[in-house]
């Protein structure tokens, strides 16, 4: 009998508790079948940046950035705080980002100790994939937007001002 577990990364504090010695059995598993496929390859991107599921700081741009040229300035943020770039859904629709950016319940999920959201509304599918963030910070200029109800820290003002200046300050 096989037991999975299954954990969420990153959305939990490492334990401080010491461990005493556990049993390791080495299983050889009986699989059949397996002349009926092979692998090929692997391939994994490289990146300067940290990767977006695992980053301790992720900046994330929304339908509000108007267009992909303009994520040029999240990434700048980005890199002052030596984090990761996400997107919305919207965003990656919009074709602004590819799509493995995007955060959300058809996305990465993501739970660093800062989360900055920018231009995002806040629907329910992209909570899904960053609730688990210690500190929320929303950025739009619309007050009544969803993302506020969540957030730590909002700031109601135009992005395109605000992270500019945020970045000149950093």
């Known amino acids: 009998e096989y037991m999975g577990v299954t954990i969420r990364p990153t959305s939990f504090s490492p334990s401080t508790s010491t461990q005493s010695a556990c049993q390791i ?8 079948g397996t002349e009926l496929s092979e692998w090929v390859s692997t391939s994994a991107s490289t990146s300067d940046r940290p990767d977006l599921a695992s980053a ?23 890199d002052k705080l030596s ?6 859904r919207a965003a990656v629709d ?26 995002v509304s806040g629907a329910i599918q992209h909570l899904a994939g960053m609730k688990d ?11 009544d937007a969803p993302f506020f109800q969540i957030a730590d820290y909002g700031l ?5 001002t605000v992270v500019p200046e945020l970045t000149s300050k950093i």
């Open 56 to 78: 301790k700081v992720v900046v994330s741009g929304g339908r509000g950035m108007k267009s992909g040229e303009n994520f040029s300035m999240l990434y700048s943020l980005a």
């Open 156 to 160: 109601v003002g135009d992005l395109f």
């Open 94 to 119: 919009a074709g602004f980002v590819s799509n493995d950016l995007q955060i959300g319940q058809t996305g990465k999920v993501v739970a660093p100790a800062l989360y900055i959201g920018v231009g």
């Open 133 to 143: 963030s210690k500190c929320i910070v929303v950025i739009n200029k619309d007050p």
């Open 83 to 88: 984090g990761a770039v996400g997107a919305s």
């Open 25 to 32: 059995q080495e299983l050889t598993p009986d699989v059949q």
